[in-house]
């Protein structure tokens, strides 16, 4: 890729907005200022935000030297927030570096050599866009073979493994302390989402201590991906050419992937097993984790959606309902087994 000189951008008429809601506006002077000091050139086409990002606003910014992804949170980083970042960027690092056998992001540098870019409150990394579009529905075992793939990549990947692995369930109480806090708060409802959360507390709350009492994590073996799904591949010419969207990788277990992906249902988890192993070995144990993981990732979501996710009330409404039914449904099927 050409990188070009730095200069400091024309404001002119630009500051005009490229995106706005109720919680953040992009100018299109921002994203200019970005590509000027990621050495990329002047923006060319309207700025375009792909939609679907939950915490991200990830941009297709077209300019003279190619198309690239302007990732963009609202939001200034703090030290995990760094710590996550130089993982995700090690991850893909790795992968661009070995014959991964799918396409991923290779972050950028930018003119003081850092991987992001702090500006107005915002925090920006920026990618060439991946060749590839959007794959819509994709075979489980499609995705299921791309995952083993992935796993099996990154067992020689070890930079940034903690030095403490948890070795229960919320084995610091961070996620009891925080549903704690929901039941005090939420003791007087002031709509709907919040009488929604007032009334599922007690299940989740149970679906907690049942965790938390009867199931062992399995032991934290490799970087995982942490968000494995149809949204965050890339296909080309009818097949997966591409995996996106590392922002939620952290160090965990093969059955931390395999619980998002199958929804914690035992006919996915049998079917999807089988093609695994054609790809990459996977222990009993790890296999029989798979629905207490799903569990614990729906309590953290359901919390993480109400609390934080900057969506209106109505969307968290929807999403929130969503995800507690298909918590009920994988209790049901844990609790039968």
């Keep these: 890729m050409n990188r070009v000189t730095y200069n400091e951008p024309e404001i002119g008429d630009s500051n005009r907005v490229v995106y706005q809601n109720e919680n ?5 002077v921002e994203l200019q200022t970005v590509a000027d000091r990621f050495g990329i050139g002047k923006i060319t086409e309207e700025p375009t935000l792909e939609e679907g990002g939950l915490v991200n606003y990830n941009f297709v910014v077209k300019t003279g030297s190619g198309t690239y992804m302007v990732r963009a949170k609202n939001s200034e980083l703090g030290t995990w927030e760094k710590d996550k970042m130089k993982l995700e960027h090690a991850v893909t ?3 661009n570096n070995t014959d991964f056998p799918y396409q991923v ?5 930018d003119i003081s050599g850092e991987r992001h870019l702090e ?13 590839g579009e959007d794959c819509g529905p994709v075979e489980k075992l499609e995705l299921t073979k791309a995952m083993a793939r992935y796993h099996k990549a990154m067992e020689q990947f070890s930079e940034h493994k903690p030095e403490h692995i948890q070795g229960l369930y919320d084995e610091r109480g961070w996620l009891y302390e925080r549903y704690l806090e929901l039941e005090g708060r939420l003791t007087s409802p002031q709509n709907e989402l919040d009488q929604f959360m007032a009334d599922s507390l007690p299940y989740l709350m149970e679906c907690y201590r049942k965790l938390t009492e009867e199931a ?12 494995f799904s149809e949204d965050n591949v890339l296909c080309s010419d009818g097949s997966i050419s591409g995996i996106i969207d590392f922002g939620n990788v952290r160090w965990g277990s ?6 998002r992906l199958t929804k914690g249902e035992p006919s996915e988890v049998d079917n999807l097993i089988e093609e695994y192993r054609k790809h990459n070995p996977i222990s009993d144990e790890e296999v029989a984790n798979i629905v207490p993981e799903y569990v614990f990732g729906c309590l953290h979501a359901i919390r993480w959606m109400y609390d934080e996710m900057e969506k209106g009330n109505g969307r968290k409404l929807g999403m929130i ?3 507690v039914g298909k918590l009920r449904q994988s209790m049901d099927n844990w609790n039968s087994n």
Excluded: C, M
């Design 119 to 131: 500006l107005s409150g915002k925090v920006y990394e920026v990618y060439e866009r991946l060749p």
């Design 105 to 109: 992001p290779s972050f950028l540098s």
């Design 24 to 28: 953040v506006n992009f100018t299109y």
């Design 216 to 227: 062992v994590p399995t032991q934290v073996s490799l970087a995982i991906h942490n968000d």
């Design 321 to 323: 309902k969503g995800r």
């Design 254 to 259: 093969k059955s931390q992937d395999l619980a």
């Design 93 to 95: 690092d790795h992968l």
